[in-house]
């Protein structure tokens, strides 16, 4: 019961803090809401950036055109070297006739051109889809592949792949360096904050040391400031990113400027992002009172 008393009052005896010094309170926890909206931002644009990047990655093949006169024991033979290429996840032999027919059967306007070839007037070669395992060697994957004897041409949207993941990779970098300088200015605004709270309550502070109070007992309150002062910053950020997301993602109905570029789905997404956006809260508040107490609180 005697804990339980301890932990009343340090809680009690922050809660006063925060609404004392509520001028300061105030500036603290705006502090940490502009900075976690920021923060917010950041992650939304990350997350779905690195998603972007999966999903170029997953969805780039290579088609490695084959010489239409090639026989089957040819065929069989570059099936083999291409199996035991050590970046190649999968691959799959595609006929011309089967080619035709896909895109037959995905467009009008194909099935009008197409439906009257015979054998002999199909232009479409027969081609090999390779899937690698590692996007960043795939240029290397395609000049092997390349050099195979019967393979006519290797394509895989080269200059443009390397370029876009390249872009994706900066943008993703870009948003972590932000969050993490973000975190630490945010720490050092509070950590000053809870300095003149502190210099203010310097007189009560003597007080407490003269009945008997420990020095945990007397900086633990100021540490519960702190997570109050993380878990009121939190609040606004949260409840924009869940709503805000969900607007955005309903908005583009779940796709960015085209098809190829999709949005991560709300849920649980935005819960995941909230409970990340509350933690730092609460970690920057504690950080930044604890290293306020550490240095400038003399007992």
């Known amino acids: ?6 932990i009343g009052r340090n809680i009690r005896d922050a809660f006063k803090g925060v609404f004392r010094n509520f001028s300061l309170s105030f500036a603290s926890i705006s502090c940490i809401t502009i ?16 998603n972007f990047t999966l999903l170029v990655e997953k969805d780039v ?22 199996s035991k290429m050590s970046n190649v996840e999968k691959y799959e032999y595609k006929s011309k006739q089967k080619i035709t027919k896909e895109m037959m059967e995905s467009s009008e306007v194909f099935d009008s051109i197409m439906k009257n070839w015979d054998s002999s007037e199909n232009p479409i070669q027969n081609t090999f889809q390779v899937k690698v ?15 195979l004897d019967g393979i006519t041409l290797v394509k895989y949207g080269e200059g443009m792949i390397e370029g876009l993941i390249s872009t994706f990779s900066f943008i993703h970098k870009i948003c972590i360096g932000a969050v993490v300088a973000l975190i630490l200015v945010t720490a050092f605004l509070i950590s000053n904050t809870i300095k003149i709270t502190i210099s203010s309550r310097q007189r009560e502070i003597g007080i407490m040391r003269l009945i008997g109070a420990s020095n945990l007992n007397i900086r633990i309150p100021f540490i519960i400031e702190g997570l109050i002062l993380g878990i009121l910053g939190s609040i606004i950020p949260i409840v924009l990113t869940i709503y805000g997301y969900q607007k955005l993602y309903d908005h583009f109905g779940g796709h960015l400027f085209s098809d190829f570029i999709k949005l991560i789905k709300p849920v649980p997404f935005v819960y995941a992002t909230s409970v990340v956006l509350l933690s730092i809260g609460i970690l920057v508040g504690m950080f930044g009172s604890w290293r306020a107490v550490k240095k400038h609180l003399k007992i």
Request: glycine share 0%.
């Open 1 to 6: 019961m005697k804990t339980f008393r301890i």
């Open 35 to 50: 900075t976690l909206i920021v923060v917010a931002v950041s992650m939304v644009l990350s997350e779905n950036v690195n």
């Open 61 to 82: 093949t290579i088609v490695a055109f084959i010489d239409n006169d090639l026989e089957e024991k040819k065929i069989d033979e570059i099936k083999k070297e291409i």
């Open 133 to 147: 395992k590692d996007i960043n060697k795939i240029n290397d994957t395609a000049d092997k592949i390349k050099k």
